[in-house]
């Protein structure tokens, strides 16, 4: 059990820092305020007598899609041949949760408030392997439970979670519950199949056709306002039940052998109970998921080891700005007679170089307005989610903000990338804006186009369907588009760039470098230290997507960007200086590759963590987790290689204009 789900407990997936920053209760975000729960005819009455009108005494369960750690690919409930209801509307989904694949329906698990259930039948499913529509499902079902597929309910706007001990005497409490095991031929059980020694039959597969719930709840004190739901935990079972119609829970575990032949029946059912907790509050309630996520420890120390990282960087820019800089500004400015200026050496000797427009500086420009739209967009996201705005409970709020900031962002983008263009003597104003309109979003729309494409081909519920993809080009076109061009039209309609020095007519020979002031060198050298910043971080964050758990640590990845920002900014400098302190001027492609090499060292880590951390299957999955790796380090990409630039460019400009140059 411990090592089944080791990579579940390493996740640390479900951390609410927002409720532990704002310590606040009586605080509730729009659309999240809490529901009051009285019993079925109860005397739940307002000073005027009447019956409150918000005081609800059913309680509806609602599920999700179902994924898996094994596979890339998640799948609607009623895939799987489950119990369903019919006729019911499904609650809306905003963007982003439809970008994630999440799909909650309506289902036919449904509670009166403090009424207990034992055993009840919830329907029953009934299967003929002799006929192939019926094999065909019961072979999905099977295939779902060698993956290892997870059920995923809600109740109340809160995940219903499973609870059992993992090593060391810890309770993990995962938003998930499996929905059986299988028995390989040796005998060996797999997953969750270690949980029952009953389970102990060779090729067999176990379903949990059962669950056991309990709902918590705490009394609204002072208030004539009822009950409100805190946590809601389950313990899924298997029983073949021997009377199939009126469901007893006894007999033995619910099995299906890969031999069998012939009809099967399935029956689903549920007990309920619930407890009151005086302890826990309705503002607090996720808080008991943490009980087995103790990772703050270790955030904390990945925050440590960063910064010792910013300290060291920063002592070595402050010594090269006080210290060496200094004195040669010194030096060169005390320079009045021309057998003394002829005596000039290192990055003075390239003033008349440095501003000199680099190869490619159309790419170099529509990378840095892409780059700058991503930075902003990152920054204001996740400041929103420090503060709370974007919690597990606000499903899907996290992509929505990003998507629309991203959208909103096009203006930003269109002026950075004119402004330099401009600067860099560029005359192709429509080619720029319109390469910053498509290039860099195309790329990403065109690899997420071909991944929905086998999304749709495997009939995974992340299939983004035809109308939401109408939308967001609509969004693209419509409004991103046309904020670029207003953006590109102040870029070009303003001076470009004033630079402290001239640049020479004719280009200065560039001496022979060593080898480790060459490009490539420096450049790869670049990207270690901010990835070192910040590794232990992508842990969690590609433990969180590709473990399908959620993520919510927030306040730690915000500081981590502050620190990631910082590191980029003074490695690039640092480099920059040798560079030109070696007679070297191409600092502006190198100071974007410099830094945006991190992205690099981010997908050498990602294949690493693919063949070691996961456990994915199938030619489709592995597909799909390298294209979205591309996606992200294309991301990630321009948004430290433009980070790095800035940084450069804001030295380069500020050393030579300080130094009296004739």
């Keep these: 059990m411990q090592k089944m789900y080791a990579t579940r407990t390493a996740s640390g997936s479900v951390l ?38 918000d005081c609800k005494s059913s309680i509806e369960m609602f599920v999700n899609r179902l994924d898996s750690v094994e596979s890339v690919l998640p799948y609607e409930y009623k895939v799987f041949d489950f119990c369903t209801v019919g006729s019911e509307k499904r609650p809306s989904e905003n963007l982003g949760q439809v970008l994630f694949g999440e799909r909650i329906e309506p289902s036919p698990y449904k509670f009166d408030f403090m009424k207990n259930e034992k055993c009840r039948k919830v329907c029953t499913k009934s299967y003929d392997t002799r006929k192939a529509e019926d094999k065909a499902r019961l072979d999905f079902l ?39 095991c299988y028995v390989n031929e040796a005998g060996k059980p797999k997953d969750a199949c270690v949980v029952n020694s009953d389970f102990n039959d060779k090729d067999t597969f176990y379903v949990f056709n059962h669950v056991d719930i309990t709902i918590f709840y705490h009394v609204v004190e002072n208030e004539a306002a009822g009950a409100r739901l805190v946590a809601a935990k389950m313990e899924p079972k298997s029983y073949k039940h021997t009377k199939v119609e009126t469901t007893d829970c006894t007999g033995g575990p619910m099995d299906l052998s890969n031999k069998f032949s012939g009809e099967v029946q399935i029956a689903y059912t549920y007990s309920v109970q619930f407890v009151e907790d005086k302890k826990i509050r309705w503002a607090s309630r996720w808080d008991y998921i943490l009980e087995s996520m103790p990772h703050t420890n270790i955030q904390w120390f990945s925050i440590m080891n960063s910064l010792v990282i910013v300290l060291f960087l920063s002592g070595m820019v402050a010594m090269i700005m006080l210290r060496t800089l200094h004195k040669d500004i ?18 003075k000797l390239v ?27 990152t920054f204001v996201t996740l400041f929103f989610a420090c503060l709370g705005f974007l919690s597990p ?34 005359e192709k104003w429509k080619t720029n804006v319109l390469l910053t309109c498509f290039l860099c979003p195309g790329v990403v729309f065109a690899d997420f186009f071909v991944m929905n494409l086998i999304l749709w081909g495997e009939g995974s519920s ?55 002031t060459k490009a490539l060198p420096g450049i790869v050298m670049g990207g270690i230290l901010p990835f070192g910043c910040i590794f232990i971080q992508l842990f969690f964050i590609l433990n969180s997507i590709w473990s399908h758990q959620m993520y919510y640590m927030f306040g730690f990845l915000f500081l981590v960007f502050i620190i990631l920002v910082i590191t980029c900014s003074e490695a690039t400098i640092l480099l920059c200086y040798f560079h030109l302190c070696a007679e070297d001027y191409h600092w ?28 994915i299957t199938g030619l489709a999955s592995t597909i799909l987790y390298f294209g979205y790796t591309m996606i992200m380090a294309l991301i990630f990409f321009l948004f430290t290689g433009t980070i790095g630039f800035f940084a450069c460019f804001w030295f380069v400009t500020k050393i030579y204009s300080v130094v009296k140059v004739d």
């Excluded at 606000?394 to 401009?422: E, I």
């Design 16 to 53: 609410l820092l927002s409720f532990l920053l704002n310590g606040a209760t009586g605080f509730y975000l729009p659309g999240l305020a809490p529901v009051s729960f009285c019993e079925p005819g109860s005397v739940q009455t307002a000073k005027d007598n009447e019956v409150l009108p």
């Design 142 to 180: 099977k295939k779902g439970m060698l993956l290892n597929y997870q059920h995923h309910w809600i109740v109340d706007n809160m995940p219903v979670t499973w609870c059992y001990d993992v090593e060391d005497g810890q309770k993990f409490c995962n938003p998930g519950f499996p929905i059986g």
């Design 330 to 347: 010194a030096r060169y400015n005390q320079i009045d007679s021309v057998e003394d200026a002829q005596e000039e050496f290192g990055w």
């Design 351 to 377: 003033h008349g170089d440095v501003f000199r427009p680099p190869r490619k500086g159309m790419l170099l420009s529509v990378f840095l307005g892409s780059g700058t739209q991503i930075f902003i967009m």
């Design 393 to 426: 409970a606000n499903r899907g709020a996290l992509m929505t903000c990003a998507v629309v900031l991203w959208v909103l962002l096009g203006t930003p983008a269109g002026y950075v990338a004119a402004r330099f263009y401009k600067s860099f003597g560029g």
């Design 462 to 516: 992340a299939a983004m369907p035809f109308g939401t993809l109408v939308a967001i080009l609509a969004l693209w076109f419509c409004i991103s588009v046309p904020l670029t061009f207003i953006g590109a039209y102040f870029g070009f309609k303003k001076t470009g760039i004033e630079h402290p020095v001239r640049t020479n007519q004719i280009p200065r020979q560039i001496p022979e470098q060593s080898f480790y």
């Design 588 to 615: 502006q492609w190198r100071s974007f590759l410099t830094s945006g090499f991190t992205a690099v060292y981010f997908l050498i880590y990602a294949i690493h963590y693919f063949f070691s951390k996961l456990q």
